[in-house]
Each structure stands twice: as structure tokens, then as C-alpha cells.
């Protein structure tokens, strides 16, 4: 164990840090040390073999393993960002709203419903083999629906059904993505924010990209490009090794219930993190949830619906501006820093509740996307860090399962909210929501007061 562990208030502290390249030392400053030495190994797995950096220095981020993974995680990103408009438009045009709806909710609860067993199988049989797996049933998916496109139009069963099974593919994939970082990257914050700079790029280019595709050619080439990308994806992963401790995780015996409540336990254990959760819960209903579809129908009928486009296009650019403003900023309290940093993120249903100006209504996407891209990356570098390695993926699975299902159950009754009051009085009831959250993210002393893990620690025990 890296450090020891006491309990104040209920929350988990660091009494003291080694630092890996000086064995039994306290790290008086709290500043990361390289990771991958065997002092600083994170229990439960051992350190890919890595050159030092130079004293002093900060450790490289472009290597091998994390070059890999990135390439991984952008190319298929990329794929997915297209997805959305080819439903919305081959799938709309043909089986209308509900149609749409449908395919969409399928994959949404066929992910919540396995994404805790996904959880199991990466801690279990490694994240690595799990991703792989993911991406080649992704490739079949997405292949048979492209040529299911090329030769006609598809039946309404096989979207279904390919909705079902990719959304089953992700909940493999997923919680192994969030337990990769660490074991790809010795500085996880920096890591965690260029892949949130390359997923906002990605999310400003696919929907273009997909729509003049659509336009010019047929659905199946998108769904053709999105099972090229998880080629790619596969290949890049498959291609990353890892020390055999790291890569080639012990079998266990225990049962999937047995590690399903194991893996509750350690996220029960973390004050900071369950309240997080709940709190998200909440957002995901009154908040994300209804954004979109309350969002898009005011600008649309207000300013026309190039106006939304161009609102979602500020709203990656804020992303893109988060994701960078993350790169350089360390706060010793991250999730402190990142619940006043979410404050900004009600800017955005405020000023379209509230009929802003184009300029106004931009500004406030600008702020959110930020908001949310600096919050994304304090959130998974603290999950990630302060978490053991031997159950990160199943906690992994816990909050994200969590975090999606407040969102769906948003997006499901944004439509019936309409009855009982208008969208601007809907979206002036999320702002609030949004900045209540915020003082209670920021109230919670176990989030207020969790302090940024030194590079090269791992998470000891989970608390009482």
C-alpha cells in the first residue's frame, strides 16, 4: 500500500505519500512522482516497465501504451459522433420520432441494465481483452446494418435488435475505458483532458461529416465508417502491452454476485463518491436529460435550426476549451474546483429559457461545454486515483450506471413534463436545479475536501 489511510468525518485522507522514485518518503510537497516504479505500484497490479523521466521533470505522455489507447479511443469516438444523425435521419425518415425513440431507448437501457456485469468481466478477465471483444462486436453490428442499408430498407426488428446488441457491446466497454487510463498514462489528469479535447473535436467534425455523407451517398456508408473505426479501435488496443501483472489479471473464483457486492461495497465506502452520484441522479432527470429536446424545439421555433446547430458547434468548442483549461490546471481539490466550475454550466439552460440573443444564447454553450469538459476530467482523474485497481472498473460500473440512468429517465419524461409546464419554465427549473446541485456538491465536506492523489499512488483499502 502507497499510503496510509485514516478516517476524519468519514472521508478517506493521504497521512502520508511515497514517492516512488525515493522509497519511504514522505511527499511533503504532494507532488506526482513518476509513475510505473515498483514502490509506487497502485496494489493489485504491477507497473508497465517505463523509462524515468528526468529529474524533476514531468513524466511523457505520448509513449507507446497511451498513444495506442488514444488512437483507440478517438478514431471509434469519432464513428459514434455520427450515430445520432444517421438515427435521426435514416432511421427517422423511415420509422418516424418514435421509431428513432425506440432504437434509442433500447440501446440506452440494454446498457444500463449490463453495465455492471461489464464491471465484473473487466476486473476479472482484464479491461484490455473486454474493450477488444466490445469493439469486434461493435464491427458485426454496425457491418450488418450498413449492408442491411446498401440493399433496402432495413426492418424495424434488426435495429432493434443491432441497438440491443451494441448497447450491450459498450457496457463491456466502458467500465474497462475508465480503469485503462491509469494503467496507459503515469499522469491520469493530463490524460483524462486530452482525451476530453479529442472526444469534443470528435463530436464537432462526426455530426458534419454524417450529414453530408447521408446527403451524398446512403446511411450505409456512416454505419460502414463507424465499424471501420472500431477496427481500428481493436487493433490499437490489442497492440497495447502492458506488464504481464497489469495485462493478465489473476482468475478469480468468486461468483459474479460475490464480486457485484464487492464492487458495491467499495463504492458504498466512498462518501465522496456516492453523494456525486446521487447528486448526478438528479441532474441526469432535471437537467441533461431535457436539455436536448427542450433546448432544440425553443431555438428551433425562436432563431430557426441552424441556430441550434450553431449552438451545439459552440457548445463542443467549450468542450474543447474545458478539456485545454484542464490540461494546466491542478487544484489540490478537484472536486471542489470542478463543482465551482460546474456553477458556469447553468448558464446554459438559463439563457435559452430565458429567449437570449443569438451571441448571449452561444456565450452560454461556450461556458457549459467548459464547465462540463473541467468537471469530466477532475471526476474520472479522482475515480481513477482514488480508487483500488483490483475494483476500479466494477466502482467504474456503479457510477456510471448511476450517472446514465438519471439521464434516460429525463429523456423519457420531457415529453409528459410538457403538460404541466412550458419548456422556457422547465429549463428555468434546470438552471435551478443546476445551481443547487453546485452548492451541494461544494457543502458535502467528503467533496469538498477529497485531495488530488500524487501520480504513482494507488488507492488503498476502501474506508470502514
Not at 450515430?83 to 428513432?100: D, Q, T
Not at 432504437?103 to 477488444?132: C, E, I, Q, S
Not at 427549473?429 to 452548492?439: E, H, M, N, R
Request: net charge positive.
Amino acid at each position: 500500500m502507497t499510503y496510509a489511510r485514516r478516517r476524519t468525518g468519514g472521508q478517506d485522507h493521504p497521512d502520508q505519500a511515497h514517492r516512488p522514485d525515493r522509497p519511504g518518503r514522505p511527499d511533503r510537497q504532494g507532488e506526482p512522482g513518476p509513475r510505473g516504479a515498483p514502490d509506487g505500484a497502485p496494489h493489485g497490479r504491477k507497473p508497465a516497465l517505463r523509462r524515468r523521466p528526468p529529474a524533476g521533470g514531468r513524466p511523457p505522455l505520448w509513449d507507446r501504451p497511451f498513444t495506442l489507447f488514444f488512437a483507440a479511443r478517438t478514431v471509434s469516438q469519432l464513428g459514434d459522433a455520427m450515430m445520432p444523425v444517421a438515427a435521426a435521419l435514416a432511421v427517422g425518415a423511415v420509422y418516424g420520432i418514435s421509431g428513432v425513440g425506440l432504437v434509442l431507448g433500447t440501446w440506452t437501457g440494454t446498457f444500463v441494465a449490463l453495465v455492471l456485469f461489464g464491471g465484473v468481466l473487466a476486473d476479472r478477465f482484464g479491461a484490455r481483452r473486454m474493450m477488444v471483444g466490445a469493439d469486434l462486436v461493435r464491427v458485426a453490428t454496425q457491418g450488418v446494418l450498413a449492408i442491411a442499408f446498401f440493399t433496402g430498407t432495413p426492418p424495424f426488428w434488426l435495429l432493434v435488435t443491432m441497438a440491443a446488441l451494441g448497447g450491450a457491446a459498450v457496457a463491456m466497454f466502458l467500465p474497462g475505458m475508465n480503469g485503462m487510463v491509469p494503467l496507459v498514462a503515469r499522469e491520469p489528469q493530463r490524460a483524462n483532458a486530452t482525451l476530453k479535447v479529442a472526444d469534443a473535436l470528435a463530436h464537432l467534425v462526426g455530426p458534419a461529416v454524417a450529414g453530408v455523407l447521408i446527403a451524398l451517398t446512403n446511411a450505409g456508408t456512416v454505419y460502414a465508417i463507424d465499424a471501420g473505426t472500431f477496427v481500428v479501435s481493436a487493433l490499437c488496443l490489442g497492440f497495447v502491452r502492458l506488464a504481464p501483472g497489469v495485462s493478465s489479471p489473476a482468475a478469480r473464483g468468486g461468483s459474479l454476485r460475490r464480486e457485484l457486492r464487492q464492487g458495491w461495497r467499495e463504492f458504498r465506502a466512498r462518501t465522496w463518491m456516492w453523494s456525486v452520484i446521487l447528486i448526478w441522479m438528479v441532474y441526469g432527470v432535471l437537467v441533461f436529460g431535457p436539455l436536448v429536446p427542450l433546448s432544440s424545439g425553443l431555438i428551433g421555433s425562436r432563431l430557426g435550426p441552424d441556430a441550434y446547430g450553431l449552438a451545439v458547434s459552440f457548445l463542443g468548442v467549450g468542450t474543447v476549451l474545458g478539456g485545454l483549461s484542464a490540461l494546466r490546471v491542478r487544484p489540490s481539490r478537484p472536486l471542489a474546483a470542478g463543482a465551482v466550475a460546474m456553477a458556469l454550466y447553468t448558464v446554459l439552460p438559463l439563457c435559452v429559457a430565458l429567449d437570449a440573443g443569438l451571441p448571449v444564447l452561444l456565450t452560454g454553450h461556450v461556458l457549459g461545454g467548459g464547465a462540463m469538459a473541467f468537471w469530466s476530467v477532475m471526476w474520472a482523474t479522482s475515480v481513477q486515483t482514488h480508487t483500488p485497481a483490483a475494483v476500479l472498473n466494477r466502482v467504474s460500473a456503479y457510477e456510471l450506471a448511476g450517472s446514465v440512468s438519471g439521464i434516460a429517465l429525463g429523456q423519457v419524461l420531457a415529453g409528459p413534463a410538457l403538460a404541466l409546464a412550458s419548456p422556457a419554465r422547465l429549463l428555468l427549473v434546470s438552471a435551478g436545479v443546476c445551481l443547487v446541485g453546485c452548492v451541494a456538491l461544494f457543502a458535502i465536506p467528503a467533496i469538498r475536501g477529497l485531495r488530488r492523489a500524487a501520480v504513482g499512488e494507488g488507492a488503498g483499502p476502501a474506508a470502514g
